[in-house]
């Protein structure tokens, strides 16, 4: 499935810091397809893979989350327009 975490960020610089470090150790199975910025930095919207939204719950708050709070959510990735598959 793909999950969508959908963030109100309060340490843009901490946020994305700790999720370039945390690519690397992505769920098994896991795969990141979008990571965007609003440009002021205040919102952010990563989708990622996984077999769970806990899975990747988990996973972000561990890495990002005293930098943000997040939302996560099952896309609907039949109706979606340009979701990397």
């Given at each position: 499935m793909h999950v969508m975490a959908v963030s109100t960020v309060s340490d843009d610089g901490k946020f994305w810091s700790s999720l370039k470090k945390a690519h690397a150790k992505l769920p098994k199975g896991a795969k990141w397809k979008v990571a965007v910025a609003s440009k002021d930095g205040a919102k952010a919207v990563n989708i990622?893979?996984?077999?769970?939204?806990?899975?990747?719950?988990?996973?972000?708050?561990?890495?990002?989350?005293?930098?943000?709070?997040?939302?996560?959510?099952?896309?609907?990735?039949?109706?979606?327009?340009?979701?990397?598959?």
């Open positions: 990622i893979t996984h077999d769970s939204i806990d899975g990747v719950r988990d996973f972000f708050e561990t890495h990002a989350g005293a930098y943000a709070t997040t939302e996560y959510f099952e896309a609907d990735a039949a109706n979606a327009v340009g979701l990397p598959r």
